[in-house]
């Protein structure tokens, strides 16, 4: 198999007092680009269990990552300041989590791995490597898509930032989940493997089709064989005039390679008329303008 993803191993500094990070002030109270509340909100997914989790910002980062693909079931085992978190450190999650505080607000802590997957059916464990425990690995795609169709309640451990999760605590999992990285930089932050393990998950439950615009826009219908075949005419007309049909033998294949691109745009009535326009800019130059002479009208009493 090949060599696969390790959480970040490093210790993290934690973060620096600011006073612009108060929760209802400042960056607190900042959402991120996108947020809607007037659309509903999609839940539900695996329970996302963080294991001893070591920094304020990872937590509120793995709710920004969990909000953003409709996770809502956040589990947290033993988190080294406690929590509910207070002072800066509650500050500093609240504003990583950039308007997903919601999630930090509904967070269950538990004392222990094993009271916090009592409940669930069935559960996953990150981590690089298999550890001789003889279990299924899986990516990330795989394992959400079977999370997907699968009844009853999945949940996913993530151990901490430096150490990763223990060999006892990989034990209660049924499956491993493990990540197909660069082997030279294998090294993901917690919040980046949340936010990957919930767009596999929103994929697979969702669909990945892109989300309707929101803006509405005029659309063209498409373009008539007529209208189709009078831009090529004019258009070949105009090459021909410039020379570019050479040599003459090879010309018929020329035009229906250059009539195939077009086809295989599917144009639409307005991009006919936009090329047309544009060769006609190219082959005439400048549009001219028209002066008009200025009316002389009596001042305004």
């Known amino acids: 198999m090949a060599r696969t993803l390790s959480l970040s191993r490093r210790p993290l500094r934690p973060a620096a007092k600011s006073p612009t990070c108060a929760f209802g002030r400042g960056l607190g109270a900042m959402v991120g680009a996108g ?19 070591q920094l304020a910002v990872n937590i509120g980062m793995c709710a920004r990552a969990m909000a ?13 300041e406690g929590w509910p978190r207070a002072g800066q450190y509650r500050d500093v999650a609240y504003a ?4 997903a505080a919601h999630l930090l607000d509904r967070a269950r802590v538990f004392a222990t791995v094993a ?5 669930l059916n069935f559960l996953y464990a990150t981590t690089a490597r298999e550890r001789g425990q003889f279990k299924p690995v899986a990516t990330p795609a795989a394992a959400m898509a079977a ?4 009844p009853g309640k999945r949940g996913v451990l993530f151990g901490p930032e430096r150490t990763g999760l223990d060999n006892d605590e990989i034990a209660l ?13 294998a090294s993901l932050n917690l919040a980046q493997a949340v936010l990957l393990v919930g767009y596999e998950w929103f994929k697979s439950a969702h669909g990945d089709a892109p989300p309707a615009s929101t803006v509405a826009r005029a659309v063209s219908p498409p373009a008539t064989r007529e209208m189709t075949l009078a831009f090529f005419e004019f258009l070949e007309g105009k090459l021909d005039e410039a020379g570019f049909f050479r040599p003459v033998t090879k010309k018929p294949g020329m035009r229906r390679n250059l009539r195939n691109m077009f086809h ?5 009535q307005q991009d006919v008329r936009t090329f047309w326009g544009a060769v006609v800019r190219l082959t005439e130059g400048p549009r001219v303008e028209v002066k008009t002479r200025k009316r002389n009208r009596p001042p305004k009493s």
């Open 96 to 99: 990583a989590a950039a308007g």
């Open 264 to 268: 295989r745009m599917a144009m639409t």
């Open 173 to 185: 999992a049924d499956e491993i989940v493990t990540f197909p990285v660069n082997p030279a930089y």
């Open 35 to 53: 947020t809607d509340r007037t659309r509903t909100a999609l839940s539900g997914g695996p329970a996302i269990v963080l294991v001893r989790s």
């Open 115 to 119: 009271e916090a997957v009592a409940d």
């Open 147 to 150: 999370t997907a169709l699968a």
């Open 68 to 80: 953003n693909f409709g996770l809502d079931d956040l589990r947290l085992v033993a988190p080294r």
